[in-house]
């Protein structure tokens, strides 16, 4: 289960937070380490502070967007530092979220992601996200680094793996029960703003109104079966849809 576990750094700044970071991950058994585009890597500093992970470090894969590294995910967790005004489903406490991130990995694999040192994620990053989820910190000071934000994190994934009854594995969900990949739920998006642009229902461009449908849905979490039964349901629409003139 554990390794279906994904900790994913966004343009990591300071390589020494890389080395930081797989020491953590390291001490709650989580080993899948993907980099989006760091500013320096490999270093010898991020070897230095990855004191004893050094062999997470060197299996880690560097890709060139966020997309990339989720897409075969089937949950997406940002950590922000702050709520935005994206309408994601938020995880008030982080045990919430390791609860649920731990169930889905038992069958396909998952993601945590952690922004810019200084900056975090941006709002085209957090919307391939599924999920948000925040540290409680002291409002006069909640300001975590990097590896320690990926600490706490960790550790509440790990500690929900353990308290799983019995030997800690789910039995395994059959196929059209399991959650849809981003890459299965961004074909739907695809289909489901196609639809609507050529029945008339979006007449322009309304980023605000795909937004919330993606966040609804977010919600609702379905399955891949249900979410194949929706795709299903667009292209009965699509057929009774007027022939657009050439």
Not at 10 to 18: D, L, S
Not at 54 to 63: F, M, Q, T
Not at 93 to 104: F, I, K, N, T
Not at 120 to 138: F, K, M, W, Y
Request: charged share 20%.
């Amino acid at each position: 289960m554990l390794p279906n576990i994904r900790i994913v750094l966004v343009q990591t700044f300071h390589p020494g937070n890389i080395g930081a970071a797989a020491r953590a991950m390291k001490t709650m058994g989580l080993t899948d380490l993907v980099l989006v585009n760091p500013l320096q890597f490999p270093d010898a500093e991020a070897s230095r502070l990855a004191a004893g992970a050094e062999d997470l470090l060197e299996s880690a894969r560097v890709v060139g967007s966020l997309g990339e590294a989720v897409t075969d995910c089937v949950q997406v967790v940002g950590a922000s530092a702050r709520l935005r005004s994206l309408p994601l489903p938020h995880y008030d406490e982080p045990d919430g979220m390791a609860r649920d991130l731990v169930e889905h990995a038992a069958a396909d694999p998952v993601a945590l992601v952690f922004g810019r040192e200084r900056s975090g994620l941006t709002n085209d990053e957090i919307r391939l996200c599924s999920h948000q989820v925040s540290i409680p910190a002291t409002p006069e000071y909640g300001i975590l680094n990097l590896s320690q934000a990926v600490q706490v994190l960790a550790y509440e994934v790990f500690k929900a793996w353990r308290q799983r009854p019995g030997s800690g594995y789910l039995p395994q969900r059959p196929e059209e029960e399991r959650a849809p990949s981003r890459e299965q739920l961004g074909h739907f998006h695809d289909h489901l703003t196609r639809v609507m642009r050529e029945s008339g229902f979006l007449t322009q461009p309304h980023a605000r109104t795909e937004a919330q449908l993606q966040a609804l849905f977010a919600r609702a979490q379905p399955s891949r079966k249900e979410l194949s039964l929706l795709r299903g349901l667009l292209a009965s629409l699509e057929q009774h849809l007027p022939e657009r003139q050439g």
